[in-house]
Structures are given as structure tokens and as C-alpha cells.
């Protein structure tokens, strides 16, 4: 590492001009290969990345902040952006122009290890133009560009903007430590923001369970958009965000078996547990797919069915997880339902016997979406008959690009129902209640039932678990 004097640090007016130039074409263009492949070029092609330093002198640290995607180290293509940081985040002048500089090329291999602090991503030029890589991309970038000096597109797996603000002031290096593939909740599916969205706008999710780790992501994408897919080559990029149809999509390849409580319940309340059961066991890998709502979370959902039930079918194709809902299929159940009716995958039905003479059914995944639950509890009713009148008449409404609401009316098993707020039965808060219509006043206001969320309980369970 280099002390030196403020100006000497800086790299010439003209490469930093550049390098602003190529971000915020790479931010205009998320899905970009190329766009990302030229600014991190330029990056890896600076003299040397600076850093705020903290700590000691003699055991220095770079500064780093908490964002949603994760603790991220800042670094800087010049010295006054580093001060202006420090500044802006609550540094005294002095802390602020206590700079690292880091020559290249090893200033690559000293920031990816810096994952073994708990350190997930690198963010230049915080808070503009803020771009970002996982430490974990860095190296396999610097290789790849050394292979291919001007060939297929390499760039890391996020790239043109900032992540969405810090969750805390600063963090040292020392910050907590980030989960991995086969941690307790699965990657980038069980993310608040794997795909870029701003917090307020849903985020619609799938796993794809594989038999086999795909070649790479250019095999990947290229199975669904060749021209896409022969651009990327092969480029080590585990997670990549590429428009397909006006909707930003990312993958994100798991190289290992998926790991979460979350797929554990899934399948273990499937009613087809034993297929499900098995297609998961065998699975290796995993495709994790998201798609931005960006206002239309209608689109985003069926489009994302799409995709999900296109790689459901390929080769090694074992099972679908969509976390949101609770729901864990066989890849083939999965891509036929999408291909006879895609709203009914948007979101899950559970069915159940309440009593020898009422079964109940329930959604799950509609809240996620922005929507509220819907509950049937019908006498008469089996519940393979409740679950398919309900999922029949949920997506009725969907297709129609909007989510149930209080007052509509629906035909369930020949009858009319009348949806009305209530609280669910399985303690997921409030929902709409399907009642008869018949009992519902035309005059009545509908109410709310108390509040009282009973623990939610198994559905297909067989014995205690």
C-alpha cells in the first residue's frame, strides 16, 4: 500500500472522465453485457484503487458500508471522491483524508479477500455513479480479461447503479459475516432485492432445481435468447440481470443443492410430496430467477412463469421452488400448468379438511405480490374440489390485472360467493373470506373478524413432524 500526496493519486482527468462516461452508459443500460464489459475494463486498467482508510496505522482497513445486498467496501478512481464520501457519511475532515492506495493488479486479490471479513461486494465511486461487483466476481473478472483481452463481454454480476442506500452509518471491516448458497435461506431467491427493484415495487421469484451444474451463464441465457447467450460467452458470471421482454430478469446460478428451511416446508406440504421429495434429493444445483415488477406486477409474473416453466423443461430440470408462496413442484407438473393457464402459478393454493364436513383452502403468495390472501372454508366441498374452485377463480381475477378485493364476487362449485375481510384461519393476518353471497347484506359494510392468528399449522402433514 502507497501513502502519498492527495494529488498524486488521482489518475489523469481523461481516464477518470472515461470511466464516468462508461458507467453511466452501463447504468442506462442494465442488461448490457458489453456496456459492463468497458467500464470494468477501464476499471482493472487504473494504476492503482483507492480507499478511506480505518484503523490503526499500522494495521490498516478500508472503509465499508451496510447496504441491502450486503457490506460493501467503498473504492474510489480519485482522491477528492474518497474525502467527499468520508464527508457525506459523517467522517471528520481528518478521518476523511486518511486514503489507501492500493496498486494494481494486486489491489484485486487484496479486496476479494477481504470476503473473509464479512465483506460481500466492492462499490466505486460512492454515492456517483456507484458501481459494484461481489468480491467473489473480482478475480474470475481479472482472469478472464486476461485470457480475452478484447473478447466476449466480462463483467460482474451487478453493474450501472448504486445499491439502494446504507442500512447504517459505516461498518469496519469487521462486519458480520454474509450467507453463502447452502446457508438456511436460498440465494438471491429470499433477497429483498435481487433484481434491482426499489423496495417499494415487488420482486417475483422462482428456483429451478437442477440435476447438473449449467456450463456457464452464457450457456444459460443462451438457451432462452441465443444472440444474448453468444455475447456472453463464457464470461464467470454467476449472476447477471438481462431485459427479456421490457422486464429486467437476473439469474443467479447455484453451483450447489439449496439448503433453506423454506424448501424443506415447501415440499413437505406439497400433496405431492413423494415426487417432490425425490426430484429434490437429486438435485445439485440450482437456477435462481427474478423478475422487477417496476409498476406491473402482473407482467413481471407472467412473464417470469414463462421463463421459469422454459428452464423447468430442459434437460436436468428437476423440481420448482417459489419461495414466496410456499409451494415446491415436480418440473414437469410445473411447466404444464404454466402452459394451460400461467396466472395459476403466480401463486399457490393450499387445501385442507377443517372438519368431516368443511375443508378449507387458502392462497399463498398473493400478499407478496401486493394483493391479500383469499380463504374458502366450504361444507360440501372436498378439498381437491375447494382448491381447485378457489385457484380457478383467484386467477379468473388475475387475468384480469388486478388482485381480488373486498365486495367482488366469485363462482365457486356452481354457487356464488362474496369475498369480505377477514383474518386467516392459518394465522397469515388479514385476507378476504369467500362467503356465500347469500349471507352477505347488500346494505352491510363488511367487518373485519377480531384479530386472532392461531399458529400456522402443517396441511398435508402425516404425523407429527
Not at 472503509?63 to 477528492?80: K, R
Amino acid at each position: 500500500m502507497e501513502n502519498r500526496e492527495e494529488a498524486s493519486l488521482n489518475p489523469d482527468p481523461d481516464v477518470v472522465a472515461e470511466i464516468d462516461r462508461l458507467a453511466a452508459a452501463a447504468k442506462a443500460a442494465p442488461g448490457d453485457t458489453v456496456a459492463m464489459a468497458a467500464l470494468w475494463r477501464a476499471v482493472y486498467g487504473l494504476e492503482r484503487w483507492i480507499f478511506i482508510a480505518r484503523g490503526t496505522h499500522d494495521e490498516p482497513s478500508p472503509y465499508a458500508l451496510s447496504f441491502d445486498e450486503g457490506p460493501m467496501v467503498l473504492a474510489f478512481t480519485t482522491a477528492e471522491r474518497a474525502q467527499e464520501a468520508g464527508r457525506r457519511n459523517g467522517l471528520s475532515e481528518e478521518e476523511s483524508s486518511l486514503l489507501l492506495s492500493v496498486p494494481l493488479p494486486g489491489a484485486i486479490e487484496w479486496a476479494a479477500s477481504l470476503a473473509g471479513t464479512g465483506i460481500t461486494g466492492i462499490l466505486f465511486d460512492y454515492p456517483a455513479p456507484g458501481y459494484f461487483a461481489p468480491l467473489g466476481n473480482l478475480i474470475p473478472m481479472r482472469d478472464h480479461m486476461a485470457r480475452n483481452p478484447v473478447g466476449p463481454p466480462a463483467g460482474p454480476s451487478t453493474a450501472g447503479s448504486s445499491p439502494a442506500g446504507p442500512s447504517s452509518a459505516a461498518a469496519s471491516g469487521s462486519a458480520a459475516m454474509a450467507s453463502g448458497p447452502a446457508a438456511d435461506a436460498a440465494p438471491a431467491a429470499e433477497r429483498p432485492d435481487a433484481s434491482g427493484a426499489p423496495a417499494s415495487a415487488p420482486v417475483v421469484r422462482s428456483v429451478v432445481l437442477l440435476r447438473d451444474a449449467p456450463a456457464g451463464m452464457g450457456a444459460v441465457v443462451g438457451s432462452l435468447m441465443p444472440d444474448a447467450g453468444s455475447r456472453i460467452g463464457d464470461a464467470p458470471l454467476p449472476r447477471l440481470t438481462v431485459t427479456v421482454n421490457d422486464v429486467p430478469v437476473t439469474f443467479e446460478i447455484s453451483t450447489a443443492p439449496i439448503v433453506a428451511r423454506q424448501l424443506d416446508y415447501a415440499v413437505s406440504q406439497s400433496p405431492l410430496r413423494d415426487l417432490v421429495q425425490e426430484a429434490v434429493a437429486q438435485h445439485t444445483a440450482a437456477l435462481v430467477l427474478s423478475a422487477a415488477s417496476d409498476g406491473d406486477v402482473f407482467r413481471a409474473s407472467e412473464l417470469l412463469a414463462h421463463v421459469t416453466a422454459h428452464y423447468a423443461q430442459e434437460p436436468g430440470g428437476l423440481a420448482v421452488w417459489l419461495p414466496d408462496a410456499d409451494h415446491a413442484t415436480t418440473a414437469v407438473m410445473y411447466a404444464g400448468e404454466v402452459a394451460q393457464r400461467p396466472a395459476q402459478v403466480w401463486f399457490h393454493t393450499m387445501a385442507a379438511r377443517m372438519d368431516e364436513s368443511t375443508s378449507l383452502a387458502h392462497t399463498i403468495g398473493l400478499g407478496h405480490l401486493g394483493g391479500e390472501e383469499v380463504q374458502l372454508r366450504a361444507a360440501g366441498l372436498t378439498p381437491a374440489d375447494a382448491h381447485r374452485a378457489l385457484r380457478g377463480a383467484v386467477a379468473t381475477i388475475l387475468e384480469k390485472r388486478r388482485f381480488p378485493a373486498a365486495g367482488d364476487t366469485i363462482e365457486l362449485g356452481g354457487a356464488t360467493f362474496s369475498l369480505v375481510p377477514a383474518v386467516s384461519v392459518i394465522g397469515v393476518g388479514d385476507v378476504l373470506d369467500a362467503v356465500p353471497a347469500s349471507a352477505v347484506s347488500p346494505a352491510e359494510s363488511p367487518q373485519r373478524d377480531e384479530p386472532g392468528r392461531p399458529a400456522r399449522r402443517g396441511w398435508f402433514g402425516r404425523g407429527s413432524r
